[in-house]
């Protein structure tokens, strides 16, 4: 049976996203704009983005996850269920790090299935005491999102698995995609059951909701969400197989924070959107951002921990006590290495059966002595794959088992069950060493355990030594996530079972006190890094993040997983013509500084020859002695100087500023530190290489740059060789005097110390030392190189080169996020405004004319 919420799937997976069918709501805690209800309704088409403050401030974050952090099972007499909280789970632990008054509220599924007639009395019972929302699946859509495409798709790929033959992993099934987007889709419309939008924070849990942000941002334009990956995120390589790829990466990208483990994990995302999308990071004092359509989309990169408090009590339970006192001597006189993996194709199980064989065999010493214990918790997952590894598994252990055994030993103790934490503390305590040798795995936090088991608790029998002297010993892969933060472990490549034999032998083999030493250097760590330090980190981060929320506009736009949320200065306006004429009119000394450009000829024009038109415009602005006007461009001084030669009186700055020419009668100026053009020979012959590779791309050369452009080649492609090639330009002119930098379908290498911005604070500060300090200011540009001009404006004002009663038109031409105040739309706009200043501006005297 269909879940009322349930619709059209395909609608659902072509992005139509059509209205959800009526049902039975509950109203939010808080409203955000008391007796608004029409704001629940799902037939409201537009986003909510009210600019109305909450009337009553509730501190609530809404956590989401693919399962909820309870317990459910049937009473004994089949009537109803018994619900606890799920002491494992790590959601549950996560408001340990959130601020005291926080109220925390789930949206997730059960882990058992409720019938559709018993639904609805679960849900208020959850909401009651759990402070839990459910999201009940149907059964079709729950096979194919989580059994498809979640395990047989997305977790494979993101654990570097391709599925190169029918096989062998499984192909990419659109019904599958289909019913994951219908998935996430019921899960958003929980959370906006029960969310207040300007209240509240969303933080998203894992790969099984990656497109959830999409929904949840297309609803609520300022909503302050986050999201974490708890998995690996794969090399562009892989990931680019995806055949939805930029949908996922979209969706994610309308979070305000996205997390991952580790810097490997981050990277890789990163250079996921560069590639497929073409978006670059900058990062600022620590943080690391994506500048995404004027939204800054935070990345934190920090690896989960434990529950301490959590560990430290089960530790001082008393059958857990019995329990290793029973360890100690069913192992007596024994060397115990540890493993505890789920059972997946992912965990190297067998590489570490096959790295203790090797060991026994190059160290006989250790025959009789040294003991695997192997704890396999039971798969999650399931197909041919998993089947295929379990036999293998066996089979290693029956051989080595067979080839090594001795009265009273056998070299592997295989446990293929659940076990509890209890009982998993008392194997860690009479561990000599854990080992961990999974070929990919998102963190992994069987060390960590490990390492605060051993320590043990203060005053207990049970510690790991008697002596009071703590020591562990850890042989990790270097492809999980907790490796990088394990400095005291030994690392090895689990595919080399060699090397890893060895890492084995070194690991049980080692003094002592080098072995006390590791393990206070990873105590330490582990108990400070908890999952309580994660959440508040990730939190105040988020905070952070939005914390700007409010204070912009905010457009939604674009279709299907295209949508993504525009977000722009409150104080980004469009330039008022009757505004700048009237400052205009009443100025006595203007500085003008206009590119060219995209500003006065349109980027798509062939001929960049300027029309009449824009040569009389500029000379009337040139005529007026109140006025000093600039052009101010990337292009060589020989084209703009012929171009504009019958406009005597105005000033060129050409090459981003390199050469100066104050006007037409004056000399050009060299403003550049530094006349030594050899690294010209460097550079050309990568951009030559490139070009040949590119095709529609060109090189310019300019007299002080060298200038690529990919404006007419593909635009995947070119962005993608644009962003190969500023790396490579990069390294190879690292030791000269040159700065690389990509622009609007350009990859430009020019000298240090040449900007726009330069010019313009040249520009103001020699008509201040004239004594004509500049009272009007209009500086109109389109691309990231004016921004330098846009930037220097402020610093002018603040170093007193221009008054603080200046009148200033930053204007960027286009809608877009800019450090301009004002924007006009189009190229048109611009000569439109400049003949509006031209007709007012006092033309030359006679004799001059």
Same mark, same amino acid.
């Given at each position: 049976?269909l879940?009322?919420?349930?619709?059209n799937l395909?609608?659902?997976?072509s992005?139509?996203?059509p209205?959800?069918? !009526?049902e039975k709501?509950?109203?939010?805690?808080?409203?955000?704009?008391a007796g608004?209800i029409s704001?629940l309704?799902d037939?409201q088409?537009n986003?909510?983005t009210?600019?109305?403050?909450?009337?009553?401030?509730?501190?609530?974050i809404?956590i989401?996850?693919n399962?909820?952090?309870?317990?459910?099972?049937?009473?004994?007499?089949?009537?109803g269920w018994?619900?606890?909280?799920?002491?494992d789970s790590?959601?549950?632990?996560?408001k340990d790090?959130?601020?005291?008054d926080?109220?925390?509220?789930?949206?997730?599924?059960?882990?058992v299935?409720v019938?559709?007639?018993?639904?609805?009395?679960v849900?208020?019972?959850?909401?009651?005491?759990?402070?839990?929302?459910p999201a009940?699946l149907?059964?079709?859509?729950l096979?194919?999102?989580?059994h498809?495409?979640?395990?047989?798709?997305l977790?494979p790929?993101f654990?570097y698995?391709?599925?190169?033959s029918a096989?062998h992993?499984? !192909?990419f099934?659109r019904?599958?995609?289909?019913a994951?987007?219908?998935a996430?889709?019921?899960?958003?419309?929980?959370?906006?059951?029960?969310?207040n939008?300007d209240?509240?924070?969303v933080w998203?849990h894992?790969?099984?909701?990656?497109?959830?942000?999409t929904?949840l941002r297309r609803r609520f334009?300022?909503?302050?969400m986050?999201f974490?990956l708890?998995?690996p995120?794969?090399?562009?390589?892989i990931?680019?197989?995806?055949p939805?790829?930029e949908?996922?990466?979209?969706?994610l990208?309308?979070a305000?924070?996205?997390?991952?483990h580790t810097?490997?994990y981050?990277?890789h995302?990163l250079?996921?959107?560069s590639?497929?999308l073409?978006l670059?990071y900058q990062?600022k004092?620590?943080?690391i951002?994506l500048?995404?359509y004027?939204? +800054?989309?935070?990345?934190?990169?920090m690896?989960?921990?434990?529950?301490m408090?959590?560990i430290e009590?089960?530790?001082?339970?008393?059958?857990?006590e019995w329990?290793?006192?029973?360890?100690?001597?069913q192992?007596e =006189?024994?060397t115990v290495?540890?493993g505890?993996d789920d059972?997946d194709?992912?965990?190297g199980v067998n590489l570490k059966?096959?790295?203790?064989?090797?060991?026994?065999?190059?160290?006989?010493?250790?025959?009789g002595?040294?003991?695997?214990v192997?704890?396999?918790?039971?798969?999650r =997952?399931?197909?041919?794959?998993?089947?295929?590894?379990?036999?293998?598994?066996q089979?290693s252990i029956?051989r080595?088992?067979?080839?090594?055994?001795?009265?009273g030993?056998?070299?592997?103790v295989?446990?293929?069950?659940?076990?509890?934490?209890?009982?998993r503390t008392?194997?860690?305590?009479?561990a000599?060493?854990?080992?961990?040798?999974?070929v990919?795995?998102?963190?992994?936090?069987t060390p960590?355990?490990?390492?605060?088991?051993?320590? =043990?608790?203060p005053g /207990?029998?049970?510690t790991a030594e008697?002596?009071?002297?703590?020591?562990s010993m850890?042989?990790?892969?270097e492809f999980?996530g907790?490796s990088p933060?394990?400095?005291?472990?030994i690392?090895v490549?689990p595919w080399?079972?060699e090397?890893?034999a060895e890492?084995?032998?070194?690991?049980i083999s080692?003094?002592?006190?080098e072995?006390?030493?590791r393990h206070?250097?990873?105590y330490?760590?582990?108990?400070?890094?908890?999952v309580?330090?994660w959440?508040? /980190?990730f939190?105040?981060d988020?905070?952070r993040?939005?914390?700007d929320?409010f204070?912009?506009?905010?457009?939604g736009?674009?279709?299907s997983?295209?949508?993504?949320?525009?977000?722009?200065?409150?104080?980004?306006r469009k330039?008022?013509m009757?505004n700048?004429?009237s400052?205009? /009119?009443?100025?006595k000394n203007?500085?003008?500084?206009?590119d060219?450009?995209?500003t006065l000829m349109?980027?798509?024009?062939?001929?960049?020859?300027?029309?009449?038109?824009?040569?009389?415009?500029?000379?009337?602005?040139?005529?007026?002695?109140?006025?000093?006007v600039f052009?101010?461009?990337?292009?060589?001084?020989?084209?703009?100087?012929?171009?504009?030669?019958p406009?005597?009186?105005?000033g060129?700055a050409?090459e981003?500023g390199y050469f100066?020419?104050?006007?037409?009668d004056k000399?050009?100026?060299?403003c550049?530190?530094n006349?030594?053009?050899q690294?010209?020979?460097i550079?050309?012959?990568?951009?030559?290489?490139y +070009?040949?590779?590119?095709?529609?791309?060109?090189?310019?050369?300019?007299?002080?740059?060298?200038?690529w452009?990919h404006?007419d080649?593909d635009l995947?492609?070119?962005s993608?060789?644009a962003?190969?090639?500023?790396d490579?330009?990069?390294?190879v002119?690292?030791?000269?005097?040159?700065?690389?930098?990509?622009?609007?379908?350009?990859?430009e290498v020019?000298p240090?110390?040449v900007s726009? =911005?330069?010019v313009?604070?040249?520009?103001?500060?020699s008509?201040?030392?004239?004594?004509?300090?500049?009272?009007?200011?209009?500086?109109?540009g389109?691309d990231r190189?004016?921004?330098d001009m846009?930037e220097?404006?402020g610093?002018?004002?603040?170093?007193g080169i221009l008054?603080?009663s200046t009148e200033?038109y930053?204007?960027?031409?286009?809608?877009k996020?800019?450090?301009?105040?004002?924007?006009?739309?189009d +190229?048109?706009e611009?000569?439109?405004?400049?003949?509006?200043l031209?007709?007012?501006s006092?033309?030359?005297p006679?004799?001059?004319?």
């Open positions: 049976m879940s009322k919420s349930y619709t395909l609608d659902l997976a992005g139509n996203f209205v959800m069918g !009526r709501r509950r109203l939010p805690r808080v409203m955000t704009v608004v704001e309704d037939d088409a986003s909510v009210s600019d109305v403050p909450s009337s009553i401030i509730v501190d609530r809404i989401v996850a399962q909820l952090p309870v317990k459910a099972k049937r009473r004994p007499d089949n009537k018994s619900f606890s909280w799920d002491d790590l959601l549950l632990h996560i790090g959130l601020p005291d926080m109220e925390v509220l789930y949206v997730g599924c059960l882990r299935e019938d559709s007639s018993e639904q609805d009395d849900s208020q019972l959850l909401l009651d005491r759990f402070k839990s929302v009940f149907p059964p079709d859509i096979s194919k999102y989580y498809g495409f979640c395990k047989q798709h977790w790929l654990h698995m391709l599925p190169y096989s992993g499984s !192909r099934d019904s599958w995609w289909e994951y987007v219908a996430n889709k019921i899960f958003s419309q929980k959370v906006i059951e029960v969310i939008p209240d509240d924070f998203i894992d790969y099984h909701l990656m497109v959830l942000p929904f334009n300022r909503l302050r986050g974490f708890h998995s995120f794969p090399s562009s390589e990931y680019r197989t995806l939805v790829r949908e996922i990466l979209k969706a990208l309308n305000d924070l996205i997390g991952f810097f490997d981050a990277r995302f250079s996921c959107c590639r497929m073409g670059e990062s004092r620590g943080y951002g500048e995404y004027g939204r +800054t989309v935070g990345i934190k990169i690896p989960v921990g434990i529950h408090g959590q009590t089960v530790l001082q339970l008393a059958d857990r329990r290793v006192g029973e360890l100690k001597q192992f =006189g024994k290495l540890l505890v059972m194709i992912f965990k059966l096959l790295a203790l064989e090797e060991m026994l065999k190059q160290h006989p010493k250790w025959q002595r040294a003991v695997l192997q704890i396999a918790n039971p798969a =997952g399931k197909g041919k794959d998993l089947e295929e590894i379990q036999e293998e598994i089979t029956k080595i088992n067979d080839k090594f055994r001795q009265p030993y056998e070299p592997i295989f446990i293929d069950r659940s076990v509890s934490l209890s009982e008392a194997y860690y305590t009479v000599e060493c854990v080992v961990v040798t999974a990919r795995d998102g963190m992994n936090l960590y355990e490990y390492i605060v088991s051993r320590q =043990g608790i /207990s029998d049970c008697s002596n009071g002297q703590k020591k850890l042989v990790v892969s999980i907790c933060s394990l400095s005291g472990a690392r490549n080399n079972v090397a890893t890492a084995l032998n070194e690991a080692m003094a002592d006190a072995k006390v030493l206070e250097k990873h330490k760590y582990v108990s400070t890094h908890d309580a330090y959440s508040r /980190s939190f105040q988020l905070e993040t939005c914390k929320h204070r912009r506009r905010c457009w736009i674009g279709l997983f295209g949508f993504r949320v525009v977000a722009l200065d409150p104080n980004f330039l008022s009757d700048i004429v400052s205009y /009119s009443k100025a203007r500085a003008i500084l206009l060219y450009d995209g349109p980027q798509t024009s062939i001929n960049k020859v300027p029309s009449p038109e824009v040569i009389s415009i500029i000379n009337t602005l040139c005529g007026d002695e109140r006025n000093t052009l101010v461009s990337g292009r060589g001084r020989d084209s703009l100087g012929r171009w504009f030669s406009c005597e009186k105005l060129i050409a981003h100066l020419r104050w006007s037409a000399e050009w100026e060299v550049g530190q006349s030594d053009f690294w010209m020979q550079a050309e012959p990568v951009m030559k290489q +070009t040949e590779a590119t095709d529609g791309s060109y090189i310019e050369t300019k007299e002080s740059a060298l200038v452009h404006r080649a995947g492609f070119g993608c060789q962003k190969e090639m500023l490579h330009l990069e390294s002119l690292a030791n000269e005097p040159v700065a690389v930098k990509s622009g609007q379908f350009i990859v020019k240090q110390g726009k =911005g330069l313009a604070e040249k520009i103001f500060a008509m201040a030392e004239s004594g004509r300090q500049a009272d009007f200011v209009m500086c109109v389109d190189s004016d921004e846009f220097i404006i610093n002018a004002m603040n170093s008054s603080s200033v930053a204007c960027t031409v286009g809608q996020p800019s450090k301009a105040k004002y924007y006009l739309d +190229t048109t611009v000569r439109t405004m400049l003949q509006a031209a007709e007012e006092t033309p030359p006679s004799s001059e004319i």
